[in-house]
């Protein structure tokens, strides 16, 4: 955050939406967007979509597309954080359970799970969240991967706050559910980062539901959406970053685009001390 000098805590975040076709093959993909990450030389944190590697809506591809956390796309993008020396979230993953690990949940566990990754500045695995609300008209997430059954934040350092900057984790369709939002603000959290692959269809519910979590909670929310279509569903691209007031501060078109905005951390802490609604809450 090495933009923070006199001014105060300012993170420059970079979101990274990417567009792709059932035309592009995974491995292509991949190369892709490491280098795109490479690119966002003076970053401090980038963002990535949900499931971008094996494509969200090519679920009959799922099982195979599958990976490790320390499998080809994590990894390659570790050396991109690295290199580029910034935090990257690296969206979502399909995470496969590695073999003779226990069974995660109750018998009948699928040992998949749409699972968000955040490497630290050296390329580190900082933290990882598993979608906590499969998403799916009868068909997909919830028939094909586990739910997650906690909560995620990862814990940014920065030069002038030891304490760090929290950064809480959520994905896609979870926008929907403002309890999960309420408990990553209650530890903390003053930074949403939501990966996703949200359909043009519902493209205002994505607008007014970050803009939602962004006023009720008081925080920064960065959405990062996928663009083009594939699995024959036309995704709504408009990843946007909405300040605590709920203002849009930066917002993408349909297509490939990399947005970036500068977060400023001590204008949070100000307007959450000038109207204290979290601190109203009855539990
Ligand atoms: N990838 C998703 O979770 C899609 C969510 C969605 O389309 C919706 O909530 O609407």
Redesign the pocket.
């Known amino acids: 955050m090495s933009r923070a000098g006199a001014a105060g805590r300012v993170l420059r975040v970079r979101v990274v939406q990417v567009a792709y076709d059932d035309r592009e093959s995974v491995t292509d993909r991949v190369h892709r967007v490491a280098d795109l990450v490479r690119g966002q030389r003076d970053a401090d944190l980038i963002v990535l979509p949900?499931?971008w590697a094996p494509g969200?809506f090519t679920f009959a591809e799922w099982s195979e597309r599958a990976e490790l956390l320390d499998g080809p796309t994590v990894s390659l993008l570790a050396e991109a954080a690295a290199q580029v020396g910034a935090f990257v979230h690296a969206g979502s993953i399909l995470e496969r359970a590695a073999e003779g690990r226990p069974r995660s949940g109750e018998p009948g566990s699928r040992r998949l799970w749409n699972t968000s990754i955040v490497l630290g500045r050296d390329g580190s695995c900082i933290a990882q969240y598993r979608?906590i609300?499969p998403?799916g008209f009868g068909e997909g997430?919830p028939t094909l991967i586990d739910p997650g059954t906690s909560i995620s934040t990862a814990l940014l350092g920065h030069e002038h706050d030891p304490g760090g900057i929290t950064l809480g984790l959520a994905?896609?369709?979870?926008?929907?559910f403002p309890e999960l939002f309420r408990q990553l603000a209650a530890v903390g959290s003053t930074i949403f980062a939501i990966p996703?692959?949200?359909?043009a269809a519902?493209r205002e519910?994505?607008e007014v539901l970050g803009r939602a979590r962004a006023i009720e909670n008081q925080a920064f929310v960065i959405q990062c959406n996928t663009g083009g279509t594939h699995g024959g569903v036309e995704l709504g691209g408009h990843s946007q970053v909405i300040s605590p007031r709920g203002e849009v501060l930066a917002r993408a078109g349909a297509g490939e685009e990399v947005l970036t905005v500068d977060i400023d951390l001590d204008e949070l802490e100000d307007y959450r001390q000038a109207f204290p609604v979290l601190a109203d809450r009855r539990l």
């Open positions: 949900e499931l969200y979608k609300h998403f997430e994905t896609c369709y979870d926008l929907r996703a692959a949200w359909p519902r519910h994505w």
